[in-house]
């Protein structure tokens, strides 16, 4: 089982909205999701979003003043909202959480939710 899980993709025109939410699924314990990235075809998978337990973040360049990222500590999620969408957008979106044990780093992921953006 995989352990993060994403809703909200889908097919949208240009201009459009979409809200990704990503919650853990419980299979593995204390991980907290805490950031969006996305895979478009033929490309590398790169980091779109990340947010702090204590609520700063981060965008990449290409999604600043369009997308917004947010997550909630007490329930364990993090959202991402998706605002006048680019056909550019269309990607496999994943959400991923990170845990560090002293110093070694695990990364965990979902299974994706497809965006597309097309007229």
């Known amino acids: 089982q995989v352990p993060l899980v994403e809703t909200g993709g889908g097919l949208v025109q240009p201009g459009g909205s979409l809200r990704l939410s990503c919650a853990t699924s419980?299979?593995?314990?204390?991980?907290?999701?805490r950031a969006w990235h996305r895979q478009a075809p033929g490309k590398q998978r790169e980091l779109v979003a990340r947010?702090?337990?204590?609520?700063?973040?981060i965008y990449a360049d290409s999604v600043k003043g369009r997308f917004t990222i947010s997550g909630d500590n007490a329930k364990n999620t993090v959202d991402l909202q998706m605002n006048n969408l680019k056909p550019e957008d269309t990607a496999v979106y994943y959400c991923?959480?990170?845990?560090?044990?002293?110093?070694?780093?695990?990364?965990?992921w979902g299974q994706g939710t497809q965006v597309t953006v097309s007229a």
């Open positions: 419980g299979s593995i314990s204390n991980i907290n999701p």
């Open positions: 947010i702090t337990s204590g609520g700063s973040t």
């Open positions: 991923n959480a990170v845990r560090r044990v002293g110093l070694a780093e695990y990364n965990y």
